[in-house]
């Protein structure tokens, strides 16, 4: 109802009065009943406008009794006059409380009827929002107001004189009809919701209030009874009550006006036990006081959005809680309290806690490879603050020896499945080099989506200090083994080193004779002095004797001038005789003068010169073998054999090939320029199963050929030479890791294409590699244009064949 009166002219004196009983609107009949005009009794109270009025204090406890919402109809009082020794007169006043969209609540409607004509009663009750409508004792319809016609369906000539249960169903005029209980009780009923029905038959929800109607001498007979549609109201209640996040409202005062279900079990009150209750007695919040939100919010008429802050459940114990606060305004634009809600961020807070207390770094990326977390392992490890890793390039942060075409997230979203315990090297926020050893595996959400990735990674500085030290246990030198047998000679090398006796060092070709042999020079006395090394099998006889012992000007036709042999060359040093079975005899009888007495002779000279050399030999021949067949002479084999070193093959120590492995891509790493930090666990596995007869020196030549074709991160199988490369299929998902940088679309693509192909196109068993639903592969296959090489090679037949 329109609180604006002044234009409705009716013989009632018409008032709408606030809940200070102060005059809003009045008619132009009030001006009359109380000679005011209309502007002068805005603002004034009742007793203001009838000073002599001895009935005032009735008015009063007549408005507080419809205080609760139920109105009170045709009550007659007397009126005494507004001037002096104007006469007092009965009027009949009817009060009804105002609740319409329009009207605050609190309203009251006030009508004071000195002409007691029903045609006017029926008007003013037609002015009202509300329906209204009055009975009897007997429970018959007396009147019956258009607000009442428009919300049942029913006419006023259609109800009038019918029973309220003629129209009303049994759940408000049954066995406990709500007007029947205040006729008999003489009280109002409380507000009761129910489902009506109207005319036509559709429901909805209903409010209505019941109280008894009194005539002058205070006896009633009969009742009224005022009720509206209350599904706006109700829907509010229900879609508050279906918010998941906790919803309270206050009023200026700060005190509890509404509290949602959410509320309720975030915090562990009920709703009846916090209504009208300041809102810091119950949250105790960690901004309540001066820094109140909401107080700011009603203050500054502006809405602050997504404050962390901790409140107090009913326990005591504290909620982690994100919140929102804004004014609450009227239809008027008044800022009239305000509302707040409130998230529990509990589950959020713990994992965050949990990846916080976890020694290794986790991060996770978008579609995008933009970073959307990072703890504080991640932190400590890299350097990086959170802050300033969030948003950026995951290649940005890391620098990694595998950013861009091995990326272990790319890999493992395209494979589909986790890749675990690789060791790489990063760069921290100052640029120097971490080793890590990290493992990945995609996000998916709940229908098998790939929404971006995670990869953990432990600071292997640590670690690798601790293995470089277990490395020096299996080296000695340059010579890297953890085998029995060398471990039994790397025991004694250091002392046969030391001894100036000739060593005889007998093994497989590639089995590392020369390095052993340089192992022995580096601990010996004479590391100062020359280490020559002298390949016997590679020098013609004519050639080797000049070679070792010099030869002077003239022995033979091309000798102008002399010069100084090996022997010569290695004085004080180490002389380095490899492959000593291929010497021919004329040469293993000097050499064997040498072993006894010291000295030689330079071709073309009767002079000995005396030798200062150690000397150490090497064959992959048998010597004792030689020596029966009268091709090496007895006398040298026992002068060379003093200390004998027998280098087992690579195929017997098999144990040292990841040691090696890594010596040789360290070694090619310097060499090249190429960020290559280790060989794949299934390249790996196929170096491990052959048998090398070629031994280390084989080895070496497969890691340097697999550096041509490998441009960084790890060695794959399809890396190595024929015949250790694989199957087409690993070629081609190694290729996948090894192109540049692809999108996560790409990366998805290529993944359901190969677990297709592998598996035939039997959807449920790709299905089941993969790790997602049937109707999510369906819509990846349609998504991507994706078709069975089979289905398309039988239609193309089909085709050929429709065409004869």
Same mark, same amino acid.
């Given at each position: 109802?329109?609180?604006?009166?002044? %234009?409705? $002219?009716?013989?009632?004196?018409?008032?709408? =009065?606030?809940?200070?009983?102060?005059?809003?609107?009045?008619?132009?009949?009030?001006?009359?009943?109380?000679?005011?005009?209309?502007?002068?009794?805005?603002?004034?109270?009742?007793?203001?406008?009838?000073?002599?009025?001895?009935?005032?204090?009735?008015?009063?406890?007549?408005?507080?009794? /419809? #205080?609760?919402?139920?109105?009170?109809?045709? $009550?007659?009082?007397?009126?005494?006059?507004?001037?002096?020794?104007?006469?007092?007169?009965?009027?009949?006043?009817?009060?009804?409380?105002?609740?319409?969209?329009?009207?605050?609540?609190?309203?009251?409607?006030?009508?004071?009827?000195?002409?007691?004509?029903?045609?006017?009663?029926?008007?003013?009750?037609?002015?009202? #929002?509300?329906?209204?409508?009055?009975?009897?004792?007997? =429970?018959?319809?007396?009147?019956?107001?258009?607000?009442?016609?428009?919300?049942?369906?029913?006419?006023?000539?259609?109800?009038?004189?019918?029973?309220?249960?003629?129209?009303?169903?049994?759940?408000?005029?049954?066995?406990?009809?709500?007007?029947?209980?205040?006729?008999?009780?003489?009280?109002?009923?409380?507000?009761?919701?129910?489902?009506?029905?109207?005319?036509?038959?559709?429901?909805?929800?209903?409010?209505?209030?019941?109280?008894?109607?009194?005539?002058?001498?205070?006896?009633?007979?009969?009742?009224?009874?005022?009720?509206?549609?209350?599904?706006?109201?109700?829907?509010?209640?229900?879609?508050?009550?279906?918010?998941?996040?906790?919803?309270?409202?206050?009023?200026?005062?700060?005190?509890?006006?509404?509290?949602?279900?959410?509320?309720?079990?975030?915090?562990?009150?009920?709703?009846?036990?916090?209504?009208?209750?300041?809102?810091?007695?119950?949250? $105790?919040?960690? &901004?309540?006081?001066?820094?109140?939100?909401?107080?700011?919010?009603?203050?500054?008429?502006?809405?602050?959005?997504?404050?962390?802050?901790?409140?107090?459940?009913?326990?005591?114990?504290?909620?982690?809680?994100?919140?929102?606060?804004?004014?609450?305004?009227?239809?008027?634009?008044?800022?009239?309290?305000?509302?707040? /809600?409130?998230?529990?961020?509990?589950?959020?807070?713990?994992?965050?806690?949990?990846?916080?207390?976890?020694?290794?770094?986790?991060?996770?990326?978008?579609?995008?490879?933009?970073?959307?977390?990072?703890?504080?392992?991640? #932190?400590?490890?890299?350097?990086?603050?959170?802050?300033?890793?969030?948003?950026?390039?995951?290649?940005?942060?890391?620098?990694?020896?595998?950013?861009?075409?091995?990326?272990?997230?790319?890999?493992?979203?395209?494979?589909?499945?986790?890749?675990?315990?690789?060791?790489?090297?990063?760069?921290?926020?100052?640029?120097?080099?971490?080793?890590?050893?990290?493992?990945?595996?995609?996000?998916?959400?709940?229908?098998?989506?790939?929404?971006?990735?995670?990869?953990?990674?432990?600071?292997?500085?640590?670690?690798?200090?601790?293995?470089?030290? =277990?490395?020096?246990?299996?080296? *000695?030198?340059?010579?890297?083994?953890?085998?029995?047998?060398?471990?039994?000679?790397?025991?004694?090398?250091?002392?046969?080193?030391?001894?100036?006796?000739?060593?005889?060092?007998?093994?497989?070709?590639?089995?590392?004779?020369?390095?052993?042999?340089?192992?022995?020079?580096?601990?010996?006395?004479?590391?100062?002095?020359?280490?020559?090394?002298?390949?016997?099998?590679?020098?013609?006889?004519?050639?080797?004797?000049?070679?070792?012992?010099?030869?002077?000007?003239?022995?033979?036709?091309?000798?102008?001038?002399?010069?100084?042999?090996?022997?010569?060359?290695?004085?004080?040093?180490?002389?380095?005789?490899?492959?000593?079975?291929?010497?021919?005899?004329?040469?293993?009888?000097?050499?064997?003068?040498?072993?006894?007495?010291?000295?030689?002779?330079?071709?073309?000279?009767?002079?000995?010169?005396?030798?200062?050399?150690?000397?150490?030999?090497?064959?992959?021949?048998?010597?004792?073998?030689?020596?029966?067949?009268?091709?090496?002479?007895?006398?040298?084999?026992?002068?060379?054999?003093?200390?004998?070193? %027998?280098?087992?093959?690579?195929?017997?120590?098999?144990?040292?090939?990841?040691?090696?492995?890594?010596?040789?891509?360290?070694?090619?790493?310097?060499?090249?320029?190429?960020?290559?930090?280790?060989?794949?666990?299934?390249?790996?596995?196929?170096?491990?199963?052959?048998?090398?007869?070629?031994?280390?020196?084989?080895?070496?030549?497969? &890691?340097?050929?697999? *550096?041509?074709?490998?441009?960084?991160?790890?060695?794959?199988?399809?890396?190595?030479?024929?015949?250790?490369?694989?199957?087409?299929?690993?070629?081609?998902?190694?290729?996948?890791?090894?192109?540049?940088?692809?999108?996560?679309?790409?990366?998805?693509?290529?993944?359901?294409?190969?677990?297709?192909?592998?598996?035939?196109?039997?959807?449920?068993?790709?299905?089941?590699?993969?790790?997602?639903?049937?109707?999510?592969?369906?819509?990846?296959?349609?998504?991507?244009?994706? /078709?069975?090489? &089979?289905?398309?090679?039988?239609?193309?037949?089909?085709?050929?064949?429709?065409?004869?």
């Amino acid at each position: 109802m329109s609180q604006s009166l002044e %234009n409705l $002219h009716s013989p009632l004196a018409v008032f709408i =009065l606030d809940k200070q009983r102060r005059v809003i609107s009045a008619n132009k009949d009030a001006e009359q009943l109380t000679s005011k005009k209309i502007a002068e009794m805005q603002g004034k109270n009742l007793d203001e406008l009838f000073p002599q009025h001895k009935e005032t204090s009735s008015l009063d406890n007549l408005i507080q009794q /419809t #205080e609760n919402g139920h109105p009170i109809s045709k $009550h007659s009082i007397l009126l005494a006059g507004t001037e002096l020794g104007a006469p007092a007169q009965t009027v009949l006043t009817s009060i009804i409380p105002l609740h319409g969209a329009t009207n605050k609540p609190g309203n009251t409607l006030l009508t004071l009827d000195i002409t007691n004509q029903s045609v006017h009663h029926q008007l003013l009750l037609n002015s009202v #929002e509300e329906g209204v409508l009055t009975v009897n004792k007997q =429970l018959e319809i007396t009147t019956f107001n258009s607000s009442a016609e428009k919300l049942t369906g029913w006419s006023r000539e259609e109800v009038i004189g019918k029973k309220c249960n003629q129209v009303f169903p049994p759940e408000i005029c049954g066995n406990s009809c709500l007007i029947q209980r205040s006729i008999t009780e003489e009280r109002p009923i409380a507000v009761h919701t129910v489902s009506m029905p109207r005319k036509d038959g559709k429901s909805f929800p209903l409010s209505l209030k019941s109280s008894p109607l009194f005539d002058q001498n205070g006896l009633v007979i009969g009742g009224v009874q005022t009720f509206h549609d209350c599904t706006d109201e109700l829907y509010s209640d229900l879609i508050l009550s279906s918010v998941a996040d906790g919803v309270f409202t206050i009023d200026k005062n700060r005190l509890i006006t509404s509290f949602n279900a959410a509320a309720e079990g975030i915090t562990g009150w009920t709703r009846e036990e916090v209504i009208g209750k300041p809102c810091h007695t119950i949250f $105790h919040s960690s &901004v309540c006081g001066s820094a109140c939100l909401l107080q700011k919010a009603i203050d500054l008429n502006n809405s602050f959005i997504d404050r962390s802050i901790f409140i107090k459940g009913k326990a005591g114990n504290s909620i982690p809680v994100t919140i929102s606060s804004s004014p609450l305004l009227d239809d008027f634009g008044n800022i009239i309290g305000g509302i707040e /809600t409130f998230r529990d961020n509990t589950s959020s807070i713990r994992e965050s806690l949990i990846l916080d207390s976890v020694a290794d770094g986790v991060f996770t990326v978008d579609r995008n490879w933009k970073i959307t977390s990072f703890n504080n392992a991640a #932190e400590e490890i890299t350097g990086w603050d959170k802050e300033d890793a969030m948003g950026k390039s995951c290649s940005d942060i890391f620098h990694s020896s595998i950013c861009g075409k091995n990326c272990a997230i790319a890999e493992s979203l395209y494979t589909g499945k986790a890749a675990s315990n690789r060791s790489i090297t990063i760069l921290n926020k100052a640029g120097e080099k971490i080793p890590i050893s990290i493992s990945a595996a995609p996000l998916t959400d709940h229908e098998g989506n790939i929404i971006g990735g995670v990869e953990t990674f432990r600071d292997l500085t640590t670690i690798t200090a601790l293995r470089n030290q =277990l490395k020096q246990k299996y080296t *000695f030198d340059e010579i890297i083994s953890k085998s029995k047998a060398m471990q039994r000679l790397f025991n004694i090398m250091p002392d046969i080193a030391r001894s100036p006796s000739t060593v005889l060092i007998l093994g497989e070709s590639g089995t590392g004779k020369e390095l052993i042999a340089r192992a022995l020079f580096n601990a010996s006395s004479r590391r100062e002095k020359p280490f020559i090394v002298v390949n016997c099998g590679a020098l013609p006889e004519t050639l080797l004797e000049s070679e070792l012992f010099g030869y002077k000007a003239g022995a033979f036709t091309d000798a102008r001038k002399d010069k100084a042999g090996r022997f010569a060359a290695a004085e004080g040093g180490t002389l380095f005789l490899d492959e000593i079975g291929d010497i021919p005899t004329s040469v293993q009888v000097k050499l064997l003068r040498v072993l006894q007495e010291k000295i030689y002779e330079p071709l073309g000279s009767n002079t000995p010169v005396k030798a200062d050399v150690r000397i150490i030999t090497a064959t992959n021949r048998d010597l004792q073998s030689l020596v029966r067949e009268g091709l090496f002479r007895d006398d040298l084999f026992y002068r060379l054999n003093v200390v004998k070193i %027998n280098l087992p093959p690579l195929r017997d120590r098999k144990e040292d090939i990841p040691l090696l492995i890594d010596h040789f891509i360290r070694k090619y790493s310097a060499e090249q320029g190429k960020d290559i930090v280790g060989m794949s666990s299934g390249a790996l596995s196929i170096l491990m199963r052959y048998d090398y007869p070629g031994n280390i020196r084989e080895l070496e030549n497969i &890691v340097e050929y697999s *550096f041509i074709l490998c441009e960084g991160g790890y060695i794959q199988s399809h890396h190595l030479p024929e015949p250790f490369s694989t199957a087409p299929e690993a070629q081609t998902t190694g290729t996948a890791s090894n192109s540049n940088a692809q999108s996560l679309e790409e990366i998805e693509k290529q993944a359901i294409i190969i677990a297709l192909d592998r598996n035939k196109w039997r959807k449920m068993r790709t299905c089941d590699e993969l790790k997602i639903s049937k109707d999510t592969l369906r819509r990846k296959i349609k998504k991507y244009g994706l /078709t069975n090489p &089979v289905d398309d090679k039988l239609k193309k037949q089909k085709k050929t064949l429709d065409t004869f």
